[in-house]
């Protein structure tokens, strides 16, 4: 083949590439000015960091890794990682920049399917309204903090019981208990001494101070109480921060997470270096890692390892979609997924040395195992590690540092999972919503804060736990996961979405993501679902605490208020598709959108003459090294 049709081969490619990208930066963008975009690809990626990486990864992964075999839990949750958490954050966000459009829009791939948007938006809703109560309990401390003695740290203030200890006194029983004792009838004493002893009455000053003082915790959910006022001041502020993160765009938002997203690594860098240098460290930390076999061979291990990933990933709730769509077209969208997923699994490993060396410590000062001061959930945020900070030297420098953290990594992750619901919505409706983006972001925060306002009462721990087990429940990610991966990869085919990507990045990625599209990662999403089921127990809190039948049944229909947007919207579309009967009305609606459909057939001419080209090269160079190679033999026989 001659150069000079190889270059006008290029020319043709150039064009066709050319004509693509106006018809995809035309489909499904907003505005008569285009779709905003990020400021710098780097914004992208620390958004997708700080989003990824929340407070899961702190009180969630450390707990799960030692009560799951230490070290030998990293086997299954590297696994899950591999087949399920990157496969999926691929799909998301190169689903987002592909159509340009949010968690609704994206559906014009496979329209019978929309109601699986739906479905994240209200689980994005759901959880807009509950996960920024931990950011309001985070800044009552950290606003506790700047005290000239810790008021965790001490008894005798107004919340505290005659049983309240000091942490760090080593089997002491604090004056007011030995008094209370001995004041005690000698029945009642005797009593006692039948069942329990003056050690198992001691309560620890910071447990006090979180139950009694910040939560003022009832005896159950059936008492809700009055609104914590202080509560509802932390989580107005938590609101204010949220809202002028994103009031102004992606542009807004990618200045933001420079700072939110950064901070927090430095902070645990901080916190890392003072911990391993407290007495006892090394316990914690063995304590952590030290593998334990035989714990594999119990499914509940590798079911915590799948839903630990699923939920560290963030996906399914739309967010990953949104951010993706600000990206330009041919971002190599591949590179940064593999590049934060990677991140964020080595940051829930790293954060686990910054939390058991702290345990260890307080073990060792406490002079009782590392399993019995460590916990999972907020215990630890709220409970273990502050326990921990009071036994410091300086233990409000500390404290300012850790809640600092709690602080950043909260409020990004819910910044961007409100980006991820605005969007949405906003594209679905841009005609009305666009105009008047800011008004509406300001509305959704003031209704969420109202509902909000039952978490922050005296008993919204039990509402928050509710929501926390129900609102986006493992149950709903799972199955809207399950029903994306089908959709995607068997209804608009994998071989198109293979060929969107490559389009996208501009070389074909490993074939390894093409076999966990089509097959392994539905497989998993439903194993760990069915595994959820079998093992479900009924809702709790604590260790002795279960909701009523009541609770549990408003729980799950939070649960049926995202699962029945699938069907529901499924029924609708079939109903207002034409079709001469019900098969080729389920099928009409299960086609790609006609714009969807025309970016298609240039994306495949496109690739087949990019590679036609390719193979005309390498054919050029064969014929040239071959004529090279004749040559030489040429002359080498005349001389």
Known sequence: MSKAMIEDRDDGAADSKDANNALVAKVDTPGEEGREKWGRQMDFLLACVGYAIGLGNVWRFPYMCFKNGGGAFLIPYLLSVLLNGMPLFLLETSLGQFCSVGGLGIWKICPIFKGVGWATAVCACLLNIYYIVVIAWALFYLIASFSSELPWGTCGNWWNTDFCYVAGEKGAISANVSTSIQNMSTTV????????????????????????????????????????????????????????????????????????????????????????????????????????????????????????????????????????????????????????????????????????????????????????????????????????????????????????????????????????????????????????????????????????????????????????????????????????????????????????????????????????????????????????LVYYSRASYGNDYIYPIWAEFVGWMMVFSAIVCIPAYAIYKVYVTEGSGLIEKIKNASKPAPEIEVVMVRIRKSIAHKRAVEAAGEEGVLMTAADDKSNNKYDESKC
């Open 189 to 532: 004493v005797t009593e006692l001494s039948n069942n329990t002893t003056a050690l198992q009455l001691k309560v620890s000053s910071v447990d006090e101070y979180w139950n009694r003082n910040i939560l003022q915790i009832t005896d159950g959910i059936e008492e809700v109480g009055t609104v914590r006022w202080q509560l509802a001041l932390t989580l107005i502020v938590a609101w204010v921060l949220c809202y002028f993160c994103i009031w102004k765009g992606v542009k807004q938002t990618g200045k933001v997470v420079y700072f939110t997203a950064l901070f927090p690594y430095v902070i645990m860098f901080i916190l890392l270096i003072r911990g391993v240098t407290l007495e006892g460290s090394a316990q914690g930390i063995m304590f952590y890692i030290t593998p334990n076999f035989t714990t594999l061979q119990n499914p509940k291990v590798w079911l915590d390892a799948g839903s630990q990933v699923f939920f560290s990933y963030g996906v399914a709730l739309g967010a990953l979609v949104a951010m993706g769509s600000y990206n330009t077209y041919h971002n190599n969208v591949y590179r940064d997924a593999v590049m934060v997923c990677c991140i964020n699994s080595g940051t829930s490993i790293f954060s686990g040395f910054v939390i058991f060396s702290v345990l260890g410590f307080m073990a060792n000062e406490q002079g009782v195992d590392v399993r019995d001061v460590a916990d999972g959930g907020p215990g630890l945020l709220f409970i273990a590690y502050p326990k921990a900070l009071t036994m410091m030297p300086f233990p409000q420098v500390w404290a300012v540092l850790f809640f600092c953290m709690v602080l950043f990594l909260g409020l990004d992750s819910q910044f961007c999972t409100m980006e991820g619901f605005i969007t949405a919505i906003v594209d679905e409706f841009s005609k009305y919503l666009m105009p008047i983006r800011a008004i509406f972001i300001l509305f959704v925060c003031v209704v969420s804060y109202l509902l909000g306002l039952l978490c922050v009462t005296q008993g919204g721990m039990y509402v928050f736990e509710l929501m926390n087990t129900f609102g986006a429940a493992g149950y709903v990610l799972l199955l809207m996961a399950f029903i994306e991966i089908i959709s995607v990869s068997w209804c608009f085919g994998v071989k198109n979405f293979y060929l969107v990507l490559e389009d996208m990045i501009g070389y074909r990625p490993p074939y390894w993501w093409y076999v966990c599209w089509l097959v392994i990662s539905p497989m998993f999403c439903m194993m760990v679902l069915i595994f959820s």
